[in-house]
């Protein structure tokens, strides 16, 4: 049993299936405060399920799963998580707000219900934009901004509620080197100055030695720790190549579990985390 305390994640023999496919098989490991930790493997390993683990999307099947020494699914105070998950940036970038409006949207969502808006809060939303670089396109409308520029503004809305924990899952799918590289400059100075925990879902390895992280691979639904980790895997080559960054295939099989894991949220065995929050 690993000893959950306050770490901001304990997975503990997690196990996890969608519908008959077991995805997990006793995955145990655990986040430390102001950890910066990441997690690789192969398309359709069940990376993403862990995260949605984590942010109360789902239950495991067994096992024992902490938020910050909470079960997720009854884990209230959501202004200590950041989360930007793997969508298509398309998706949001079809909704008609600017960048702005799309940071308080997210920030009334971490704040206590009934909570007044005030002009602190609007600050609070200005610096989480100036932390990304983005203040000086907070009157923009989203759907003009670069797929970039659009994945930094979702880095805001994670960032607003001064988070204690960072979960990324696939943020920099679709970008260009250069987009990837100033995402992860910028979550890398949100944990060294802030001290955020970071969990990152990512195949794109290169960008592993410059964040500094420690690295776990989830293979065949069990989790192995260490530099090995990231060895042996011609799909994770590949992305790290860059020959893949979008990755479609990725896109698909997580399409999948995202409906296998709706049904399941709606039969009762998973939290929204939109609810939640």
């Not at 995260?51 to 699914?73: D, K, M, Q």
């Not at 009157?139 to 805001?156: D, N, T, Y």
């Not at 069990?222 to 960054?245: H, K, R, Y």
Request: proline residues 4%; negative net charge; glycine residues 10%.
């Amino acid at each position: 049993m690993i000893e959950s305390l306050d770490k901001p994640v304990v997975f503990d023999d997690v196990t996890f299936s969608y519908r008959e496919t077991d995805v997990l098989r006793g995955v145990s490991f655990s986040i430390e405060a102001g950890e910066m930790r990441a997690l690789v493997g192969d398309n359709g390993a069940g990376k993403s399920t862990i995260a949605r683990i984590i942010v109360g999307e789902a239950t495991p099947r067994s096992g024992v799963a902490r938020l910050f020494g909470v079960a997720p699914e009854r884990f209230e105070d959501w202004a200590r998580v950041g989360y930007v998950s793997q969508l298509a940036p398309t998706a949001i970038g079809r909704f008609p707000a600017t960048v702005l409006e799309l940071v308080r949207a997210s920030q009334h969502a971490s704040m206590p219900r009934f909570h007044p808006a005030s002009r602190s809060f609007r600050d609070a939303a200005l610096s989480a934009l100036e932390a990304v670089d983005m203040a000086p396109f907070s009157k923009r409308l989203i759907r003009e901004l670069s797929g970039g520029q659009l994945q930094r503004v979702r880095l805001a809305c994670a960032l607003v509620g001064a988070p204690d924990l960072l979960v990324l899952d696939e943020p920099v799918n679709g970008l260009d080197k250069e987009s990837r590289a100033k995402f992860y400059g910028l979550v890398r100075r949100a944990h060294d100055e802030a001290g955020i925990a970071v969990f990152l879902i990512t195949h794109d390895l290169d960008a592993l030695p410059s964040l500094g992280c420690s690295v776990m691979r989830l293979e065949e639904g069990v989790i192995e720790d260490g530099t090995g980790a990231v060895a042996g895997t011609a799909s994770l080559a590949d992305a790290a190549a860059g020959e893949s960054p979008a990755g479609e295939e990725d896109l698909v099989v997580d399409a999948d579990e995202s409906r296998a894991c709706e049904a399941e949220t709606a039969a009762g065995a998973g939290v929204s985390s939109k609810e939640a929050r």
